[in-house]
């Protein structure tokens, strides 16, 4: 009972905890994880907080038609993303990918699930501004990436559209449901000490992360995309957020089969099918207003 309640908190917000390091030695290798198809340029950042960050740009040989910043989900790193950006590259757009704080190769010994991170986005737009990396600028996360995304997307307007992939809606109920799901029993008193642990732990309060709630400040356009099966983080979690969502240009994506990490695996085709469609729709738009 000792290592529960002095280690669970920890495992909450610590991704490289000694003890995911171990168990990570026996997990099967992730065979959907791909290498880059196209060579990238590795950058550093450094936070408001003096962590310095590590990400790597691949930009597409044609002309570039936009800037994507991609956010991997929770214990992964930029490589997780790669997958999507040898795509979105072949399609013409630049792909910034970022090791989050306490991630890959960067510097943090905690996450904060974007309380922090939006803030190392909006210094990373600064960085990329300075190289005119900023034009037709988006954000693609999957998971804790895609919670981080709609943090980001209601900070910095100067994003102007989001791709959003099987995103949780609040962060302590999903931190509830991680937790049940490892220690098959709810104890509301104990779960509520967990949290409490974890936030004096990583120095940030569970509830200033609410991503349903930062969707009512969201108009810039946004596709989301959600397994219908997704065990890990509810489907009805991304239907909160697309419902919250003030954005007159948007959509939601449930697709059938997929389970939290394989929505763009299950139907490829299909799945940047329709980004393409969300692309050729916001330049419509565009032309319109024109």
């Known amino acids: 009972m000792l290592f529960i309640t002095t280690q669970v908190p920890r495992l909450i917000v610590e991704p490289r905890h000694h003890i995911i390091r171990l168990f990570s030695h026996f997990k099967k290798k992730d065979n959907t994880i791909e290498e880059a198809i196209y060579k990238g340029e590795k950058f550093e950042i450094q936070t408001f907080d003096h962590l310095k960050l590590q990400g790597e740009i691949i930009s597409p040989k044609v002309d570039c038609k936009g800037n994507i910043i991609l956010l991997h989900g929770i214990r992964a790193n930029r490589q997780g993303m790669m997958r999507q950006a040898n795509k979105l590259v072949e399609m013409g757009y630049r792909c910034i990918l970022l090791d989050l704080r306490g991630h890959g190769e960067s510097e943090g010994k905690y996450c904060s699930f974007g309380f922090y991170e939006k803030k190392d986005i909006s210094t990373l737009i600064n960085s990329l501004e300075t ?52 220690l098959g029993f709810k104890i509301e008193y104990l779960y509520n000490y967990f949290i409490r642990r974890a936030e004096k732990i990583a120095h940030f309060h569970f509830e200033d992360v609410i991503p349903e709630n930062s969707c009512k400040n969201i108009q810039q356009d946004v596709l989301v995309f959600h397994g219908k099966t997704d065990k890990k983080i509810s489907i009805e979690y991304g239907q909160n957020n697309f419902k919250n969502m003030a954005s007159k240009n948007k959509k939601l994506m449930e697709v059938p089969g997929a389970n939290h990490t394989d929505v763009d695996i299950i139907d490829r085709e299909r799945f940047y099918l329709e980004i393409q469609k969300f692309f050729d729709r916001r330049k419509e738009l565009a032309l319109k207003q024109s």
């Open 131 to 182: 190289r005119n990396y900023t034009y037709n600028l988006g954000i693609l996360g999957h998971s804790m990436g895609a919670a981080i995304a709609i943090q980001c997307m209601e900070l910095d307007k100067r994003i102007e559209f989001g791709i959003i992939e099987s995103a949780f809606s609040d962060l302590k109920t999903t931190t509830c449901d991680y937790i049940k799901s490892y």
